[in-house]
């Protein structure tokens, strides 16, 4: 088959050309085949239709069920570039007719780990609050500046979810000479203990580390799971970095507890984006915000677009992806997404 | 000799009871030799003049020239717990005696590593402004949040100084891929590389990284050796943090490219301190401001008492010292203390 | 479906029970489904076709053209427990049928690699020659018998293929301060870049390095790539050590060249096995043979049975398998096997 | 002072000058000060009576006892470029006057700990008796003959001494996922754990570890300190390394307990060298012999001419010696030396 013939169809909304559909995408995915791309919007469904007989490559999140895919028979990857997978896709049929369906969340990960480590710092440190007192005139020095501050060094931390973000963090807190602990119920023990960290139940993870990282993606069994009784589980005083999803937390609970001086607490993700402007945890003390900013940067785009390109070059010359993340499908299946 | 037949004389000033001498050191001391203090100033003379003849070990930054030496006969270490040498010990004469001289600085090195860090990334990624604008309500989420932010993965970084920071810096930054590059005159190119680093000169490094630690000591030869000039090498909009003594640059002209937006900084140390109230540095923008936090926290000082009961056990058993760091005679003499 | 109605086939030839099918595995494959096995020879005709209407996942070397695909609507794993594919699959339409085809190849790189640096070290150092020379009385001590005697450390080492095996090694050179190259066409540049590697020709490779791992699988187009003028351009006096397959050089040359002091060798794989009795190869010098010993230890088994278990189990509940490698259709369909 | 004033005086025997004395030795020396030689004995009384007023720098094992330590008021450094200590100076006395007692030892240490992982490997996997066995036509093919060989990977090792040797090969052990235990009575637990060992006893190191490396040196009170009931603690079939000095076992026991199949074992030390030719212990199996072969490779004395010449250069400017390592004179008095 010549390239020419080879139909690539992107319909990456929310993310816009500038974030996967620059100049040098465009001519390199020109030089493997017909490009069609809609930006804006999801992909209207006449234009679905349209592509569908012929399309090889869907770049995008564009809803697939059994009759598009009975519709799709040239298709051979679904390239997922939102970071989270949405259940608009028949996984288990899609699998079985040896379509990849892959992630580019991978693209992401360093990002937030970086933000998960500085943050985990910033906290035990106080550092944010170091500044705030300097510039305000009531700084205190040195030891008496640091009564509250410990260290990452030597200390206990635990990962709940150990997914993309988790395997990113982990060789970054090690050289600190952590004791790792890691829950997560889709990733075997062997694994773990393999990469370096001690398997552990929830309640453990939660009750015995200094440092939480809190990773695990949204499903529809997990909403929730750290409700205000597992949340009392966590130390006093510990720093905990929410950095996946709000749905996995009761946020409310989540934030006054870090508010009433329970826990030092980093939050990226919010149960509503924007946030209310007179939202009343804007006031909280304790806590260190940012606005989903922990993944979303320009290094991470950029190696999005070189995950995709790689392998959508390596899938039609027949060979197998080698850096996306292919989708589980008894567990994709299950993800919640806004 | 019995152990009781050791002095050991702490003159520590200016650390305190709650650093040097807590309760299980005070026992650990007692049981190797008889022990003598003064805190709250430096020893009075008549006091030094009467440990002079006894003394075996003195712990603390007690003037040392060579008449004290001559009277001393017994003396087998010196061990600064400051931090900083200073020049009121007569190296060459202490060391041709066979006197130990030894800085329990290594033990703060791990908590200026992890606030260099973590201070990098804040600033690269824009935490501490995205957590002022979330409280204000005028943050911006995602990409457009993170339009100034760049990512340490893979960056280019450079060390002014090589010696215990940079040493427990090194090992924090390799995860992140970094190329690392350190000026230090006081260290062989060929130790530099066995510990991934490549040798570069002091303009190298200022030009030609993204992040920048500027980690040296003050010398009576070095002082404002970062001057107007070579701080204008700094890649526009690069990551600069001060964590060692404010003398190595010129604070002001320092302070003022920060605020100028010709770079971002960390600033950790200052030329007078406490900074004045009314300092104007306190509304400089771009800057993260701590007020010399970096090193002194309880983790740091326990894992200093440790250093110093487990050296000094060693000395007085006719043992070398193990985890503190001797003087080098060339270059101890030429620090600059306050 | 309940787990009784899956059927397994084990066909595992030439693998045997004590490898693939001891006590613990027949216990736990119960529990996961109905098995059926034969052993001894490749399964007869007769019986692949009664077990096609129900299996659902081959553990061995069964012949899968598409003609035995059509009547297999419930197979969803091969898997191949012989560390070699065969062309014995129809691999383009198994995976169009998302069927996963998976090799245990992985479980026998630790000890692939392990034989690697041992063998490397020995031949560097003549470490056997030593033990002959001390057994016969002829042995020379300290810097004289080291005369033919160079180290690893530091050393420049080369990989002509980067798969499993080397995978598994790069870790183990590492520490060596070795600078790593590798040539593998099937490997993009960055994959190799990122994991520690440079990417380089296969003639830089042979030329520019002290150490030379021969890895590369054999394919229908490589068959003696490395042939006498290629082989000529190795470094005098390198250590080569051909771990792979003996088809992937002129064997004779490689030999010859060796025995004639060109360079040292470490051989694991020969064209015949058993090797002829009278092979004149036997009497050759500079060589450390051994007969196909580098990965078939009880610890490469163990480990592949838990691989097995651990996959199926994930492929029938519907999840990814996480542990085996999954074929390359591009590539599996040109390996070569006896 | 003139560089030229410092007398550098040479006595390395048994180094000869092709080890210690290169021509671009003798050149960048030449360039640091006058220098005087002597080779094929240690010098003699009345050419050591001439240097003692001016030495500067002993390079050798010239003895030096306090009264030759009197005469020598400009002594700065003793340096050692034998790898042992030797009882023949006082080092309270030299350490009390400041004198550097330095050894090149750790310039041996890299081949030695390769040596180390290469036999153990070896042994464990039988690679010696494969290459002896090919040979002679007795080859056993893949598993069948494997069935005495197990694996580095995931083993227990231990150490018995942490000195360079142990320093050296921990980090060659790490990536095989060795759970690493060490004996060393020299060495705090502290420093042992923040390297990533156990500290253990003698005893469960000799009982618990399918690996045991015989690092420790010899001294004055450990003669033959692993006698044979030490030695029959030993786990059955482990893989044993003597590569330090034969004085620690009891020699007999300890080839008597390898030949008779309790251990395997690399013997790299011996009593008494050369070994009688008629030694009855050349025949033994279960064991790989080399002559004194593990450290005194010419890449070792390369390091050790740079490890002399870098320290010596800065401890005539005034500088600390960084490469060396200095004398704990509490332990080198009680070195054994032959």
Not at 35 to 46: I, K, L, M, Q, Y
Not at 226 to 252: G, H, K
Not at 284 to 313: C, K
Request: glycine share 8%; net charge neutral.
């Amino acid at each position: 088959m010549m390239p020419g013939d080879h139909l690539i169809f992107l319909d990456p909304h929310p993310r816009d050309e500038s974030i996967v559909y620059t100049p040098d995408v465009s001519r390199r995915l020109a030089e493997m085949g017909r490009v069609e791309t809609h930006f804006g919007s999801r992909a209207p469904d006449a234009l679905v239709d349209e592509i569908l007989p012929d399309v090889a490559v869907v770049i995008g999140q564009t809803a697939m069920p059994k009759e598009r895919l009975d519709r799709a028979p040239k298709l051979r990857a679904i390239i997922n570039v939102k970071a989270n997978w949405e259940p608009n896709i028949d996984y288990a049929e899609a699998h079985a007719r040896g379509i990849h369906i892959l992630s580019a969340a991978p693209a992401m990960a360093p990002a937030v780990a970086e933000y998960c480590l500085a943050q985990a710092i910033a906290l035990s440190r106080r550092f944010g609050e170091g500044d705030r007192l300097f510039r305000t005139g009531g700084e205190a020095y040195g030891k008496s500046g640091n009564r509250l501050a410990y260290s990452l060094f030597d200390a206990r931390a635990g990962l709940v979810g150990y997914g993309n973000v988790g395997r990113a963090l982990a060789p970054l807190l090690k050289p600190f000479g952590c004791v790792l602990s890691a829950y997560d119920p889709w990733v075997p023990d062997d694994l773990l203990r393999k990469q370096g960290l001690r398997p552990a139940s929830l309640d453990e993870i939660l009750s015995r580390n200094r440092f939480l990282f809190l990773l695990a993606g949204a499903t529809t069994e997990n909403a929730g799971f750290l409700d205000r009784s597992r949340l009392s589980m966590i130390q006093d005083d510990a720093c905990v970095v929410l950095a996946s999803r709000a749905e996995i937390v009761e946020f409310e609970d989540f934030v006054q507890l870090a508010a009433a001086g329970r826990y030092r607490a980093a939050i990226d993700v919010f149960p509503e984006e924007p946030v209310p402007a007179a939202a009343s945890l804007r006031d909280a003390p304790n806590i260190l915000f940012t606005a989903h900013l922990a993944g979303g940067i320009e290094d991470s785009y950029r190696r999005m677009r070189d995950m995709v390109l790689d392998d959508v070059g390596r899938i039609l010359r027949g060979a197998l992806p080698l850096r996306m993340q292919p989708a589980d499908p008894e567990r994709a299946a299950k993800m919640r997404s806004r």
